[in-house]
């Protein structure tokens, strides 16, 4: 079954910087695409960064633009969010997710805590 864990959370002060990695398995990881999403409390779940399944091509929200960057390794089957400059308004629980078959699935999320 798809099983997507995420990891890399943590508390961190304004400025600093986080990696988060999902690892998943279940499925040819190399042949879709990933994205990252992220809910703040009583916010909706909103994207954050995508990246296609060979990593050629990326998006992203524009809050996040020039500080987040998503990447991939298909060889451990992993995708990453590299955080750097995080702001306050970044604390969220963030989620990998894969639709596979027109079926979205979902990590467990982790937690990411911006504060002094």
């Known amino acids: 079954q798809v099983q997507l864990v995420e990891s890399g959370g943590d508390l961190v002060q304004p400025g600093g910087s986080l990696r988060l990695s999902c690892a998943a398995s279940?499925?040819?990881?190399?042949?879709?695409?990933m994205s990252w999403y992220r809910q703040a409390p009583g916010k909706e779940r909103e994207l954050v960064a995508g990246?296609?399944?060979?990593?050629?091509?990326?998006n992203y929200a524009d809050s996040v633009k020039g500080r987040f960057t998503i990447s991939r390794d298909n060889a451990k089957s992993t995708v990453y969010l590299q955080m750097n400059n995080l702001k306050p308004e970044d604390t969220a629980v963030y989620y990998c997710k894969v639709t596979r078959r027109s079926i979205p699935y979902w990590g467990q999320g982790t937690q990411v805590t911006v504060s002094s």
């Open positions: 279940g499925f040819l990881f190399s042949s879709y695409a």
């Open positions: 990246i296609t399944s060979g990593g050629g091509s990326t």
